[in-house]
């Protein structure tokens, strides 16, 4: 099983900045199926980006995701005040399919 | 539209079984693969299973192995999770998921199940 660790657990900023949240897989993710998820309080998740890098339809392109094999990134190049949200990282790979405990982003 | 609609979530005995149906709209269901996902209150999400567009492979995660069985019904664009044998670690928002591969692009909003103990 791939085990997925979000850093930091929670990301104190302000509107305007820039947002950098990693992910760090336990074993090498094939072919970089590596997804990002945004998650509102009482809503479902929202797929923001696929294969580490593209992002999914209707996503701005403030939000973009990079790297390859066990390390990830997602940044939000300014952050907009509809970012502030949880975001998971999940490795669609290999079964069992895992998630990332999560970073939270709040306002500062 | 998209749209994904679970139901068949509620209050259930430890022990007990529900079933869980989750109908899907505005796309072609039998070209996606299908997941049911879960996140407990308050905590993170736990993909629970998944199968595959014509019905033929089915993964689980360990912990639902023996007790869940994931379903579908391309005719009635429908996907179902059958629990059985259910603990109180089991509660949670169960979300149905899915897409053309195995990264879930479209979500449901969830059906809630508790399990009293």
């Known amino acids: 099983e791939i085990v997925l660790t979000q850093s930091p657990g929670t990301l104190s900023l302000s509107p305007g900045e820039r947002a950098t949240l990693s992910c760090r897989a336990s074993q090498s993710v094939v072919n970089n199926y590596l997804a990002w998820y945004q998650q509102k309080p009482g809503q479902a998740p929202r797929l923001l980006i696929y294969?580490?890098?593209t992002r999914a339809t209707g996503i701005p392109d403030r939000f973009s995701g990079s790297g390859s094999g066990t390390d990830f990134t997602l940044t939000i190049s300014r952050l907009e005040p509809e970012d502030f949200a949880v975001y998971f990282c999940?490795?669609?790979?290999?079964?069992?399919?895992?998630f990332g405990g999560g970073t939270k982003v709040e306002i500062k | 539209e998209v749209q994904l609609v679970e139901s068949g979530g509620g209050l259930v005995q430890r022990g007990g079984s529900l079933r869980l149906s989750c109908a899907a709209s505005g796309f072609t269901f039998s070209s996606y693969w299908m997941n049911w996902v879960r996140q407990a209150p308050g905590k993170g999400l736990e993909w629970v299973a998944n199968?595959?567009?014509?019905?033929?492979?089915?993964f689980y995660v360990d912990s639902v192995k023996g007790r869940f069985t994931i379903s579908r019904d391309n005719a009635k664009n429908s996907l179902y999770l059958q629990m059985n044998s259910l603990r109180a670690e089991d509660t949670a928002v169960y979300y149905c998921?899915?897409?053309?591969?195995?990264?879930?692009?479209?979500w449901g909003q969830g059906t809630l199940v508790t399990v009293s103990s």
């Open positions: 998921a899915g897409g053309e591969g195995w990264t879930a692009r479209d």
């Open positions: 294969d580490a890098s």
């Open positions: 999940q490795q669609c790979a290999s079964s069992p399919l895992t």
């Open positions: 199968i595959k567009q014509d019905g033929s492979e089915k």
